[in-house]
């Protein structure tokens, strides 16, 4: 990788101090970051429920921060940027999320995945290859999708909220679906860190599942972000062997009757490619509202 300068381009000049654009917030800014994640609480949602989660700008989890970029001399905070595991820009620019990049590079550590608003998540890219940091994989167009009302077509009941009695069963289709979507095992990073995903999504209501009573996942989802105004699904997954008999439309549909449960606004994005599946989301009444961009490290 490149040697980079540890100046970083927007320090205060010699000729007289200013504020630094880009800095950690800590919890003094929590309303302040509220007030900006409030612009789009759908496209937000991630950073919302981290917020909800910690009740502060400054999260708990080792590791993880979150970045202001401020304006009018650093009184107002114009974008955000959560940095951990994964990086999410919020309400960020191209100039934002280039700032955000820089400094992502300046304190570089190993990251999974950036995604968000696809302008914002692939600014950030651009400056990580402008150092020679190089992604598995760049989804650089995927439709975000939103529904705020009943499913238009009707609802499989059988899908249900999983129990923890099912743990062992969800967490082999959950696993499938990851090595399915990204290329590898989840557990190459860590098999205790995915279990305990797993078991927290169950544990907290947010994982949907139909179970044989042998034990076979026959369909999953799980919502990976909620608040009071919105929640976002992923991990959706059909197991194979009944793929192809007309029995997606009726689980998603039932994926947003319980996701209506915790919030009104339902909310996912899709690969562009995936033509199956934007045709099925379409069916169950999702419209696009956005775009978004993953980038796999």
């Not at 302040?32 to 612009?39: E, K, N, T, Y």
């Not at 919302?48 to 989890?61: E, G, I, M």
């Not at 026959?218 to 608040?227: E, P, R, S, Y």
Request: proline share 6%; charged share 20%; net charge negative.
């Amino acid at each position: 990788m490149t040697r980079l300068s540890k100046v970083a381009p927007w320090l205060a000049s010699p000729k007289g101090p200013r504020h630094e654009p880009v800095r950690v917030l800590g919890h003094r800014d929590t309303d302040a970051l509220r007030r900006l994640i409030a612009r789009d609480r759908v496209a937000n949602v991630f950073a919302d429920s981290l917020v909800k989660q910690y009740n502060s700008a400054a999260p708990a989890f080792p590791g993880a921060v979150m970045l202001g970029f401020f304006e009018d001399d650093g009184v107002s905070l114009a974008a955000a940027c959560w940095v951990g595991s994964n990086v999410v820009p919020i309400e960020a620019s191209v100039d934002h999320a280039r700032a955000f990049g820089r400094w992502i590079l300046d304190h570089w550590q190993p990251h999974a995945s950036i995604f968000g608003p696809a302008d914002a998540t692939l600014a950030i890219m651009d400056v990580l290859q402008e150092a020679s940091i190089s992604a598995q994989e760049i989804r650089a167009n995927q439709p975000l999708l939103s529904i705020s009302g009943p499913p238009l077509a009707q609802p499989n009941l059988a899908l249900a909220v999983s129990e923890s009695r099912q743990f062992s069963d969800v967490l082999v289709a959950a696993a499938a679906m990851f090595e399915e979507e990204v290329g590898y095992s989840p557990f190459l990073g860590g098999e205790a860190n995915y279990r305990r995903r797993v078991a927290w999504l169950i544990s907290s209501g947010f994982s949907f599942s139909d179970v044989e009573p042998d034990g076979e996942v026959i369909f999953k989802a799980d919502l990976g972000a909620v608040t009071e105004h919105a929640t976002q699904v992923q991990g959706v997954w059909m197991n194979p062997r009944y793929r192809g008999l007309g029995l997606s439309a009726g689980y998603m549909a039932a994926v947003v009757t319980l996701a209506q449960k915790h919030a009104p606004v339902t909310s996912l994005y899709v690969n562009d490619y995936n033509t199956v599946a934007r045709a099925l989301y379409e069916r169950v009444g999702f419209e696009q509202i956005g775009t978004f961009a993953t980038v796999l490290f």
